[in-house]
T-cell receptor
């Protein structure tokens, strides 16, 4: 499975946008970019995924670089409830596992 | 119903006990997963069932025995566990088997302590 690199931790102020980066320089053409988050004492929660184009949903936006070697998860207005570990994961077209890396701990200050 | 439920929430067992963890989903998903998560570490995949057949076993010790009685239910049978097996055990499901663009829905986990 191709590897991703994320910062260990980031801090944000409440009500401000947050940009969480992920590097995946060895991504293959059929790898999907997935983001999950895990709030304290809960199971992981799906956030968003994409292949080549930028994606938006009710939780976040995913911006994918043109060469696909990096991506950014954007939370448009961080709230205290967004404090969590955010995992960027690559997943092949079929039959590949979801392999979690260390993730980024996001702290949100009020 | 967009939930994955897991029972029990907490389990304490001795090394000679036999116990089972249960996971249920009613979303019509055809793949179900068991993960193990130690404190302050990311989840690690243990088993995957796709269309009720065991598809992936990540070289998990035989003291962990998965079972998928039907498409909605996934069990993890535990026997002769060690204290280092204490962890959060997470169940997940996804709609179309192991397709790469499927999202996984996770349950809240069972916190297992082995004495």
């Amino acid at each position: 499975d191709a590897k991703t690199t994320q910062p260990n931790s980031m801090e944000s102020n409440e009500e401000e946008p947050v940009h969480l980066p992920c590097n995946h320089s060895t991504i293959s053409g059929t790898d999907y970019i997935h983001w999950y988050r895990q709030l304290p004492s809960q199971g992981p929660e799906y956030v968003i995924h994409g292949l080549t184009s930028n994606v938006n949903n009710r939780m976040a936006s995913l911006a994918i670089a043109e060469d696909r070697k990096s991506s950014t998860l954007i939370l448009h207005r961080a709230t205290l409830r967004d404090a969590a570990v955010y995992y960027c994961i690559l997943r092949g077209e079929y039959g590949n596992k979801l392999v979690f890396g260390a993730g980024t701990i996001l702290r949100v200050k009020s | 119903d967009t939930e994955v439920t897991q029972t029990p929430k907490h389990l304490v067992m001795g090394m000679t006990n036999k116990k089972s963890l249960k996971c249920e989903q009613h979303m019509g998903h055809r793949a179900m997963y068991w993960y193990k998560q130690k404190a302050k570490k990311p989840p690690e995949l243990m088993f995957v069932y796709s269309y009720e057949k065991l598809s992936i076993n990540e070289s998990v010790p035989s003291r962990f025995s998965p079972e998928c009685p039907n498409s909605s239910l996934l069990n993890l049978h535990l026997h002769a566990l060690q204290p280092e097996d204490s962890a959060l055990y997470l169940c997940a499901s996804s709609q179309y088997g192991l397709a790469g663009d499927n999202e996984q829905f996770f349950g809240p986990g069972t916190r297992l302590t082995v004495l």
